[in-house]
């Protein structure tokens, strides 16, 4: 399986990265995609995915909770990197996220906007970040339709409604980590009308960690809970669903097939 949405760059690795590595491999996780949050992340993330070089991918993007003020600048700085030679598989990751702070509501949208822009012009798929802002998230994403982008709604938790309006661009596929093994998720309920062509699996860490790991650090070899929870909900192998779902991950991020 392919974990396509991981922070494992982050201080809460610091100790043990290259154990986090070594039972990620044995846990059968193939490649695992590194969703960059701001400037300070970028460094960090690229010497990591130096090291692991053919393991680990990197993102570019601005998340939106780590915006401010002169996000504009800090995005000028990231464009110029898209420009000509880098090893970047996507644009992210990116959104809005209304969840707990709206003061910057239209600047995290023209942020979101402009590196959409991004995505378009470099060809790159987008990693796609949401949180109670579904509306405005359909609505711009409405505006960019005839761009014909690809990318992934990361950490999907939402209904079938919302499902349905998301999957209705049909470059993207839904995120599926950790929440689907909670026990109060509707999550299984959803996916019984998703079919397994249009979700990809991810666990984002070190947030949320599946059953029965919850409520420690997630990282990558958590993954095999979320696919087994898969397998489970889709009455298929777990040889099948992550066939299924790299398939999924290999045409979004195109990349992929040309970096080695
Ligand atoms: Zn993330």
């Known amino acids: ?97 209304y969840y707990w702070d709206r003061s910057l509501y239209d600047e995290q949208q023209e942020a979101f906007e402009r590196q959409i822009e991004w995505a378009a012009r470099y060809d790159l798929p987008l990693m796609i970040h949401s949180r109670s802002a579904h509306k405005e998230l359909v609505n711009i994403m409405e505006r960019h339709r005839s761009q014909e982008l690809r990318g992934v709604f990361h950490c999907f938790g939402g209904t079938l409604e919302e499902a349905q309006e998301l999957l209705s661009f049909p470059g993207f596929a839904l995120g599926i980590g950790g929440v689907l093994t909670y026990k109060k998720s509707p999550l299984p309920e959803v996916l019984q009308s998703v079919p397994l062509s249009r979700i990809v699996i991810e666990t984002d860490s070190p947030y949320l960690a599946p059953v ?49």
Do not use: W
């Open 212 to 260: 029965p790991h919850r409520g420690q650090r997630n990282e990558s070899s958590y993954a095999i809970d979320v696919l087994k929870k898969l397998s489970y909900i889709y009455k298929v192998s777990e040889e099948e669903v992550s066939e299924r779902t790299n398939l999924n991950v290999m045409s979004i991020f195109s990349r992929l097939n040309v970096l080695v």
């Open 1 to 97: 399986m392919i974990d396509t949405h991981s922070h494992i760059y982050g201080p809460e690795f610091a100790e043990d990265i290259d154990q986090v590595i070594t039972r990620a491999q044995e846990a059968g996780v193939e490649k695992i995609l590194l969703p960059n949050i701001n400037a300070e992340s970028i460094h960090p993330m690229l010497k990591l995915c130096e090291r692991y070089a053919g393991y680990l991918y990197p993102m570019l993007g601005l998340h939106p909770t780590d915006m401010d003020k002169d996000f504009c600048s800090v995005l000028d700085d990231m464009e110029l990197q898209l420009q000509g030679n880098h090893p970047y598989i996507a644009v992210g990751e990116v959104g809005l996220d």
